[in-house]
């Protein structure tokens, strides 16, 4: 089991940036692919970014490209996404999420694949 816990989020103008992170407890950390999602108001939860567990491959949501970046610190089992020119569109809640991958370079974006959850952060990004 892992257990997730995300931080960070908050009220940002438009334009501005905002760094959350998710902290992962359990089970060895390192071998798990990670991901953020989000939840706008009325809309499903939608793929943001995902890390490979070796860190080295990333990818994004078309439209955070360029503006977002995924990282992680295996050694602090710690997950991050640095947000900039941030858009009232990006206004959510974001989840962290995790699944144990055998290989260390795989990314993915389905949301299906993603065995565990945290509870999400609030970004708010005021127009």
């Known amino acids: 089991q892992v257990q997730l816990v995300e931080s960070g989020g908050g009220l940002v103008q438009t334009g501005g940036s905002l760094r959350v992170s998710c902290a992962a407890s359990g089970r060895t950390f390192s071998t798990y692919a990670m991901a953020w999602f989000r939840q706008g108001p009325g809309k499903e939860r939608e793929f943001v970014a995902a890390i490979s567990w070796s860190g080295g491959r990333t990818y994004y949501l078309d439209s955070v490209t360029g503006r977002f970046t995924i990282s992680r610190d295996n050694a602090k089992n710690t997950v991050y996404l640095q947000m900039s020119s941030l858009k009232p569109e990006d206004t959510a809640l974001y989840y962290c999420?995790?699944?144990?991958?055998?290989?260390?370079?795989?990314?993915?974006?389905?949301?299906?694949?993603?065995?565990?959850w945290g509870q999400g952060t609030q970004v708010t990004v005021s127009s």
């Open positions: 999420a995790a699944f144990n991958s055998d290989n260390i370079h795989y990314v993915t974006r389905d949301i299906n694949r993603y065995d565990y």
